[in-house]
């Protein structure tokens, strides 16, 4: 597998591969406000930033292709992966603590 060091391009595909996945999670399901369209797109970009790597490796190692992607390529698939799936894992869990906080009352 291939060297994450600290490349600059390597840190352009995590950011571009992170913003990517914050922005299609904003359209898959448009925000209310603004206030939440920030916080949407920040925490997706964040956590695209912060486990893109682990994400593209497991992604690549997991569909057999770690040895057909470039270190690029594993980078920029799994900061958008993981940008997109923090949202929707946010939401999920939001949607629990809504129905457990009703459940109580």
Avoid at 15 to 42: D, H, N, Q, T
Wanted: charge should be positive; hydrophobic fraction near 50%; aromatic fraction near 8%.
């Amino acid at each position: 597998m291939a060297d994450f060091s600290n490349d600059g391009g390597l840190w352009a595909s995590r950011a571009l591969g992170a913003s990517a996945g914050a922005a299609v999670s904003l359209i898959y399901l448009l925000p209310k406000s603004r206030r939440e369209a920030a916080s949407r797109f920040f925490s997706g970009l964040s956590c695209g930033l912060i486990f893109g790597g682990p994400t593209g490796i497991w992604l690549a190692e997991r569909l057999g292709i770690a040895d057909r992607l470039s270190a690029s390529e594993v980078m920029l698939s799994g900061s958008a992966a993981a940008s997109l799936c923090a949202w929707w894992g946010l939401g999920v869990l939001a949607r629990v603590a809504r129905q457990l906080r009703a459940n109580s009352e």
